[in-house]
């Protein structure tokens, strides 16, 4: 039984290193690839900064950095949501055959060329 707890601690130990390196080359890295210039001020009640406290601990990193990444992750996935379109197979072909035999303008669409051509030089 001794034994065993040992290995359990020199396991959590040894986890718990490699979770400390990682996180201060992850700082390192981040920290000469960009200069932070500006300020980000929130507020949030008690239980929430408790709970950021506790995840950034596990974390191995400042509660600044665990919110930053985060919010940063969060707000590439919505970009990318809002930016970006998934076809089927099918759509994208029909897409690629709009793109290669274009439709023919129809007159509204020629009044509103010749309308810029007027006022634009």
Not at 13 to 27: G, I, L, P, Q, Y
């Amino acid at each position: 039984m001794g034994c065993l707890y040992e290995l359990d601690l020199y396991t959590q130990m040894a986890h718990d290193f490699a979770h400390w390196v990682w996180a201060n080359r992850t700082r390192k890295s981040t920290m000469t690839t960009s200069t932070k210039d500006t300020r980000l001020h929130i507020r949030c009640d008690q239980s929430a900064r408790q709970l950021l406290d506790k995840a950034a601990a596990y974390s191995h990193v400042t509660v600044s950095e665990f919110v930053l990444r985060n919010a940063v992750e969060s707000a590439q996935t919505v970009v990318e949501a809002h930016e970006s379109i998934t076809l089927s197979q099918a759509d994208f072909l029909a897409f690629l055959e709009a793109l290669e035999q274009p439709a023919q303008p129809n007159p509204a669409l020629a009044r509103a060329f010749a309308r810029h051509s007027e006022q634009v030089e």
